[in-house]
């Protein structure tokens, strides 16, 4: 019989591996590319300029060094950090969503001097006609709502048996798949409209008054509060291969209803996100605080934005 040497796994299965020293590959680059920097320079000036001197210039250099390769902010190593900063201050803050590059103002528009709009480019080029994400060159993604169970009020063997399918089905993806959880911003307008709507049919006045009531309180606390809703998405993307992308929708839908079949032994019901849904999700990310708009007031792709009020 074989013994089976056991393995302790990480936490957090994303971190990287010490290889000298404790000191990942990212560290000892930072550190090894400091010390050859300040032994070239000392090479180069060591004999002209006194040991002092030497010293104290390559003192700051090598603690920033150090800090780059051990400090850490907000969770991100400070050599990515500043490199991030740097670039996030070099790109354009003012993006406008056009295809082409800029044109320049007339000679006769009096604009100040300073760096013009760039083009917003998102991943996303739009939602097709069945609810699919269209990627462009990186495929396409399918967007689905998933509904949810209590897991703490399940005896043992059902929750170790809701394990066993959920990680049957994580052993089944074939492709990138995400689960998203978010809050959105839940309206009760339409919820108290319709239900003071049906308490005028209701066969008792009893009935009437505590319908009434119940819509009092829902508007109570809508008006107090900020109501959230958890929603529970998975995202299913699919690389293009042919020339159309027909085949990594097919692929995508393919997938999603895979994960539906073996999901529904959970008690989990996945549900294709439609045009119409797929576009609001989108649109609520630019401003999640934001209620949701109704369906009417999206435009169409091209369709230009004007609006009735003055200026």
């Known amino acids: 019989m074989s013994w089976v040497q056991p393995v302790r796994i990480p936490a957090d299965v994303d971190q990287e591996d010490r290889i000298v020293a404790g000191f990942t590959a990212r560290q000892v680059a930072v550190l090894g590319g400091t010390g050859g920097l300040l032994y070239a320079a000392y090479l180069l000036v ?81 939602v097709a006609g069945d609810g699919l994400i269209d990627l462009g060159p990186d495929g396409v993604a399918a967007v689905a709502e998933v509904s949810t169970v209590s897991f ?26 995400q689960i998203l959880v978010r ?55 699919e690389p293009s291969t042919g020339a159309n992308g027909r085949d990594a929708a097919a692929r995508a839908l393919r997938r999603l209803e895979e994960a539906a079949r073996l999901l529904s032994a959970c008690g989990l019901t996945v549900r294709l996100l439609d045009v119409q849904a797929t576009s609001a999700l989108l649109a609520s990310c630019f401003d999640p605080t934001a209620p949701p708009l109704p369906e009417g007031e999206f435009a169409a ?6 609006r009735g009020d003055r200026w």
């Open 301 to 306: 792709p091209g369709e230009v934005i004007t």
């Open 183 to 237: 809050a959105e911003r839940v309206d009760l307008t339409e919820t108290v409209a319709t239900l003071v709507e049906n308490a005028r049919g209701l066969p008792h006045p009893a009935l009437t008054a505590a319908a009434h009531e119940h819509a009092a309180f829902l508007a109570d606390i809508s008006s107090r509060h900020d109501l959230l809703r958890r929603q529970v998405l998975l995202i299913i993307r």
């Open 152 to 177: 703490s009020l399940r005896t043992p063997d059902e929750q170790d048996a809701l394990v066993a399918v959920f990680g049957r089905w994580l052993n089944s993806l074939s492709g990138p798949a």
């Open 46 to 126: 060591g004999d002209r300029v006194p040991l002092v001197v030497c010293a104290a210039v390559a003192l700051p250099v090598g603690m920033l060094g150090v800090l780059l390769a051990i400090g850490r902010r907000d969770g991100m190593p400070l050599d990515r950090y500043l490199l991030a900063a740097i670039r996030h201050q070099r790109s354009p803050k003012s993006l406008i969503s056009t295809p082409t590059d800029i044109p320049p103002a007339p000679s006769w528009v009096a604009a100040r001097s300073g760096r013009w709009p760039a083009p917003l480019r998102l991943p996303a080029r739009g």
